[in-house]
Nanobody, 123 residues
Framework: QVQLVESGGGSVQAGGSLRLSCSAP????????MAWVRQAPGKEREEVAS???????RYADSVKGRFTISEDNAKNTLYLQMNDLKPEDTAMYYC?????????????????WGQGTQVTVSS
């Protein structure tokens, strides 16, 4: 069973920063597109940022300029640096992986998921 393990969530005030980490098996980091997906209470899952072939990245409009996704293949780790956090960023954040040809469809294309890490931003 594929294990994606997130860490780094917490509670911060608006304007603060957090860095999320996701530890994944080597073959997942190397061969799949990876993403951070969040879900706020009562809302659908939303792809926040993704990274794929040749390290091409994609961001939701709501986080552009504030969040940065990256991966360290040597450490088999995916990161999400979140700056200038806002209360509307409050959600459970999940690490996800899927075939690059499938994830162009969005959240439905990811077939491996972590258990999530909570991010809470207070005003």
């Amino acid at each position: 069973q594929v294990q994606l393990v997130e860490s780094g969530g917490g509670s911060v005030q608006a304007g603060g920063s957090l860095r999320l980490s996701c530890s994944a098996p080597r073959y997942i980091i190397s061969n799949y597109c990876m993403a951070w997906v969040r879900q706020a209470p009562g809302k659908e899952r939303e792809e926040v940022a993704s990274i794929g072939t040749y390290s091409m990245t994609r961001y939701a409009d709501s986080v552009k300029g504030r969040f940065t996704i990256s991966e360290d293949n040597a450490k088999n780790t995916l990161y999400l640096q979140m700056n200038d956090l806002k209360p509307e960023d409050t959600a459970m954040y999940y690490c996800a992986a899927g075939p690059c040809g499938a994830v162009v469809r969005g959240v439905a294309g990811y077939n491996y998921w972590g258990q999530g890490t909570q991010v809470t931003v207070s005003s």
